[in-house]
């Protein structure tokens, strides 16, 4: 990096407080953040098109999840920084979307489909001797702090 009054950490902690401040500012524009967008369930069927009670109840529940989400802003741009995709299919749970415990693995572009199963398969088989080797086969058993510990 050329002599310049700042540092890469600098460069990452002030994009990771700009993606706080885009999803904080969508947030406080409340209703208007989910009018005109479609329901992806619903097909053309947009959230404004509910009645009223509906709408604002989505929108609440809405809101309740941007406030509530996990802050990994600086992890997301450093992983973006150093050119790393996804894979997030590890999650534990009831069902669906009710996660107790999920685990998402960062990969350099161009791994092979085979490379990426193999190595999502051997973290669920690890997770899974540790949750069976603890005696826990219900994964609502590994709460014992609040939400908000977990969530930090």
């Known amino acids: ?30 209703s208007l953040v989910i009018e005109g967008h479609k329901i992806p369930s619903r097909g053309d069927t947009q959230w404004d098109q509910l009645s009223d009670d509906d709408f604002h109840e989505a929108d609440r529940e809405i809101s309740e999840f941007v406030e509530y989400a996990v802050d990994v802003a600086r992890w997301s741009v450093d992983l973006g920084a150093a050119g790393l995709k996804r894979t997030n299919e590890l999650a534990w749970g009831r069902g669906g979307n009710a996660w107790d415990l999920a685990i998402q693995i960062a990969h350099r572009p161009g791994l092979s489909d085979e490379l990426r199963t193999a190595i999502t398969g051997a973290v669920r088989v690890a997770v899974d001797t540790t949750l069976a080797n603890h005696g826990i086969d219900d994964t609502r058993l590994l709460h014992t702090g609040s939400n908000e510990e977990s969530a930090s």
Do not use: G, I, K
């Open 1 to 30: 990096m050329p002599d310049v009054p700042y540092t890469d950490d600098d460069l990452r902690s002030e994009a990771a407080d700009q993606l706080r401040a885009a999803v904080a500012d969508a947030a406080l524009t409340e």
